[in-house]
């Protein structure tokens, strides 16, 4: 079974920063593309950042300059460096995997964690 834990998520006050992580664990083959999404209270979920497994990366505008994704393959996580925050970013951010189960699967599946909150205070 695969699982997808976030991380790091939590207070802080505007102009800070916060460092998320993204864990996935179970038996699979490759991850493709891993993502960060967030959902702010009564709005739909956006894409924040995404990073494809050769390590080509995608922003949302809203978060360019400020904000980097990175992964790390052998352990199986992506990272989601957050700097300059402010109010607006306050929301449950979600990591999305793209994995291939195994050597001889003919699609991908995708699999979500359950979000971390991070608040950012004025």
């Known amino acids: 079974q695969v699982q997808v834990v976030e991380s790091g998520g939590g207070l802080v006050q505007a102009g800070g920063s916060l460092r998320l992580s993204c864990a996935v664990s179970g038996s699979i083959f490759s991850i493709n593309v891993m993502e960060w999404y967030r959902q702010i209270a009564g709005k739909q979920r956006e894409l924040v950042a995404g990073?494809?497994?050769?390590?080509?990366?995608n922003y949302a505008d809203s978060v360019k300059g400020r904000f980097t994704i990175s992964r790390d393959n052998a352990k199986k996580e992506v990272y989601l460096q957050m700097n300059s925050l402010n109010p607006e970013d306050t929301a449950v951010y979600y990591c999305?995997?793209?994995?291939?189960?195994?050597?001889?699967?003919?699609?991908?599946?995708?699999?979500w964690g359950k979000g971390t909150l991070v608040s950012v205070s004025s």
């Open positions: 999305r995997v793209e994995v291939i189960p195994t050597l001889f699967s003919s699609s991908s599946r995708d699999y």
């Open positions: 990073i494809s497994g050769g390590g080509s990366t």
